[in-house]
Structures are given as structure tokens and as C-alpha cells.
């Protein structure tokens, strides 16, 4: 009886090591040819959180998003159900309602959906009058951040309608809308130029840029802060200003690259008032995880911050594993709650069938909560890497 006590004990707390840090909210098996994509999350005005993921892999038809609630300040989650026609998009809300933004397939139109009963229903973008924004190309996008500002709304965006491959095909543009226009009428949005990837930047290391943030300046401008490929250096974004009629966007490289820890992969910039600082969490590689490749190493989540959007600071590292081939803390969406941050990722770790095959087909959906993040300090850090 002891020896089947003390086997139960192990298998219990081997059990409990293959979780991962935080709240599972979603977990698909690696064996299921379906990984976890686009972590978002929002906040309803009742205190509700919602929180959604795409699908994407071998198996899966991208343009699935699963949606899931918390009503208990992310202990516990449960299924909201899934929105066919939807990929790369986020979670905001707007005026009380619940939207959902983003592409209806890998490389699709450009749609936005509107739910006015806590994501239990949604529009469906038919036509240019319910949601169905851009029509006319290849657009991509991920959990990008909306910002409200001089009475309007903004949306960072790329087409894949360039030269080349993935990286050097993406075009940046910014869209915008009056906050207090109908999101779902395409005719209330206007979108700037879009710019392009030049191969000669940054000593021809410069694979293309994407995922962007739309901004508030500190100039009180907008601009769209995006990640760049930038081998094997990594750690760099770009700064492309938009013009304040909203339709020009324009970049200069001679200033507009900056060194932002973690800018090989996707990043959510947030500016606090109370703080008065931009702060992000992103997937800063430490020197001793340094390699040929940083947007492939993101089992390093930092948290980030800056007073003007070019000189950033890693103030605390919040989640970390030493391994960086088949652990991941990746493409982590958050929002302000209270004197706290509120987080998803998209998380590559170990579970009872072996883990996520490598970093980037995430295995779980994660919940996590960073309390008092406005004073930690990197003593206040899960790990020294």
C-alpha cells in the first residue's frame, strides 16, 4: 500500500509539473495537428473577461477563433463557442459593446464583427454596411491593439500584397474611424498609404515589418509601432508616423528603427497614465539565449517599458523556462486592470502527451495576472536567464 501511495504521489506531482505557469484556458495536444494562435483578451463593462484564440497547424482550416469567458477575475474559464470567418483578429471594446477585428482567413478580407450580449452573438460582416471593411486584396493582422484618441478610433494593419515571401510582402497601413461612427459601415473608415519593405535598411538585414500598434505619440501624434525581422540582431522595431488628417503614412529609416527588447516577435504597447509610460510584454532574449535566429526564441517573456517609444527598459522578467526549443510565452495580448496588467499568451509547454513539438505551435492558451507592475524591478523576476 505504501508503494502505491508513494506512485500515486508521483504521478500526481508529475501531473502537476507538466502545467504550465498560470491559468489553462485552452489546451489542444500537439498530436492534434491544431496549435494555439492570436491570444486576445478585453474587459466588459460588468467586470467580465473574455478571451479568444485561432486555430492554426496541419489540421486546421484558418479561420476558426475560439472565444471563452471568466467571470471570477480569470480563475476559472469557460466556452463562449467559436466564430467561423474569423483569424488574426483581436478583442476590444468600444461604447459598451464587445468587437472582434481581424481577417476572415489566413490572407483574407479585412472584417469586424459587433456583440451587444457579452460575445454570446455576434454581427456577421455580409456586405460594406455589417462589417465587411476591406474587400478588395490579401490582408494579415494579428492581436493588435485600438486605441481612441482626438476623437477617433485606430487600427494598425498590413496587406500581403507586396514582392516576395512572408516578411518582405507586408505593407503597413494604419486605419481609423470617428469613435462615434458605425464600426460596422466600411464607409466610416478611412486607412492611410501603405508602406512597403525596403531590402537596404538596416545594412540589408531587413526581412519586413508587422503586427503593428497604433500609438498615441508623445507629441500627441499617432503612430504604428511594428515588429521587424531584423537577422540575426533581432531586438528592433519600427516608428512609421501617421499624418494627422489620418490618410499619409510616412517612415523615415534614418530614425525610425529603435532597439526594442524582444522586437523579432509580436508585441502589445500600451500607454498608462497614472505611470506615464508605454509599458509592453515581450519576448526579450537574454544574452545567454542569444542566437542566429531571435524570433524563434520566446521562452523569455519580459515586461517592458518606455517614457517616449524609443528608449525601452526591461523592468522584470515574468515568465521564463530555460529550454527555448519547445517552450514559448508568445504573442501575449494584455490590458490594464487596476494597479494590475491581465494577460493571455499563447504557450508552447510541457503536458502528459509529450508537449508542444517545438516553440511556435503553442499547445495552451494561458491566463496571467501581473500585480503591482508599475514598481517590479528585476529582483521582483521569476528567473534570473
Known amino acids: ?167 518582405s510582402h507586408f505593407r503597413a497601413f494604419v486605419m481609423s474611424a470617428p469613435e462615434d461612427a458605425d464600426l460596422l459601415d466600411a464607409a466610416s473608415w478611412t486607412r492611410t498609404n501603405s508602406l512597403g519593405r525596403n531590402p537596404a535598411w538596416l545594412n540589408k538585414n531587413f526581412g519586413g515589418w508587422l503586427e503593428g500598434n497604433a500609438v498615441v505619440t508623445p507629441d500627441g501624434g499617432i503612430a504604428d509601432v511594428l515588429r521587424v525581422e531584423n537577422r540575426p540582431k533581432g531586438e528592433t522595431a519600427a516608428i512609421i508616423q501617421i499624418s494627422p488628417d489620418s490618410k499619409t503614412a510616412t517612415f523615415d529609416p534614418g530614425d525610425g528603427f529603435v532597439h526594442f527588447p524582444g522586437g523579432n516577435t509580436k508585441f502589445t504597447i500600451r500607454w498608462d497614465p497614472e505611470s506615464r509610460l508605454y509599458w509592453t510584454l515581450s519576448n526579450y532574449v537574454p544574452p545567454r ?42 504573442y501575449v495580448d494584455w490590458v490594464f486592470d487596476g494597479a494590475g496588467i491581465i494577460a493571455v499568451s499563447r504557450t508552447a509547454f510541457d503536458d502528459e502527451e509529450g508537449g508542444a513539438h517545438n516553440q511556435h505551435d503553442a499547445n495552451y492558451l494561458t491566463f496571467h495576472r501581473i500585480s503591482g507592475f508599475r514598481t517590479l524591478t528585476m529582483k521582483d523576476s521569476v528567473a534570473r536567464p
Open 1 to 167: 500500500m505504501r508503494i502505491a501511495a508513494l506512485w500515486i504521489f508521483l504521478a500526481c506531482a508529475m501531473a502537476r509539473a507538466a502545467a504550465p505557469p498560470g491559468v489553462v484556458i485552452d489546451h489542444l495536444p500537439a498530436s492534434a495537428g491544431q496549435y494555439v494562435g492570436s491570444p486576445s483578451i478585453a474587459i466588459l463593462p460588468d467586470g467580465t473577461y473574455v478571451a479568444s484564440h485561432d486555430l492554426f497547424g496541419p489540421k486546421a482550416t484558418r479561420d476558426v477563433t475560439r472565444l471563452f469567458r471568466s467571470s471570477d477575475r480569470g480563475q476559472t474559464w469557460s466556452p463562449l463557442g467559436e466564430i467561423h470567418g474569423a483569424w488574426w483578429s483581436n478583442l476590444f471594446v468600444h461604447r459598451g459593446d464587445l468587437y472582434l477585428m481581424g481577417p476572415n482567413r489566413e490572407y483574407g478580407q479585412l472584417v469586424i464583427r459587433r456583440s451587444t450580449d457579452a460575445g454570446k452573438t455576434w454581427t456577421e460582416p455580409k456586405d460594406a454596411r455589417s462589417g465587411l471593411l476591406l474587400a478588395d486584396g490579401k490582408y494579415h493582422t494579428s492581436t493588435c491593439p485600438v486605441v481612441v484618441h482626438n476623437g477617433r478610433i485606430w487600427r494598425a494593419v498590413e496587406d500581403a500584397m507586396g514582392p516576395g515571401g512572408w516578411g
Open 289 to 330: 539565449h542569444a542566437g542566429p535566429n531571435a524570433g524563434m526564441t520566446r521562452n523569455t517573456l519580459a515586461l517592458c517599458s518606455s517614457p517616449d517609444l524609443r528608449n525601452w527598459e526591461v523592468r522584470s522578467i515574468v515568465l521564463y523556462h530555460p529550454d527555448r526549443e519547445k517552450h514559448g510565452f508568445q
